[in-house]
């Protein structure tokens, strides 16, 4: 993944670059995105009102299979059918 832009939204990060690696599928809201990596993990980037930062849910991302977001939220579908959110709870997230 290339990012330009705010860093602040996620954008233009060497970290980000180092970070993401094999991705398979990407997904955004209005300040942040998350990506899907080859071994079903997924990780997130941008401004943590936004899904930007999902630490607090990074354990239960496992075996993602789909990604889908709201303005603010991000949801994990995972293999076995359950789902992980986070990002702001008006919006979807934990």
């Given at each position: 993944i290339v990012?330009?832009?705010d860093p602040a939204y996620g954008g233009?990060?060497?970290e980000?670059?180092?970070?993401?690696?094999?991705?398979q599928?990407?997904?955004?809201t209005h300040r942040a995105f998350a990506a899907?990596?080859?071994?079903?993990?997924?990780?997130?980037?941008?401004?943590?009102?936004?899904?930007?930062?999902?630490?607090?849910?990074q354990d239960r991302l496992r075996n993602v299979q789909q990604l889908v977001s709201t303005l603010r939220a991000f949801?994990?579908?995972l293999e076995n059918g359950s789902?992980?959110?986070?990002?702001?709870?008006?919006?979807?997230?934990?």
């Open positions: 990012t330009w832009g233009g990060s060497f980000a670059h180092e970070r993401f690696r094999t991705v599928y990407v997904q955004a899907i990596l080859g071994d079903g993990r997924v990780i997130a980037k941008g401004n943590a009102g936004y899904g930007g930062d999902s630490s607090r849910v949801a994990a579908i789902v992980v959110t986070w990002g702001h709870d008006e919006y979807g997230g934990d």
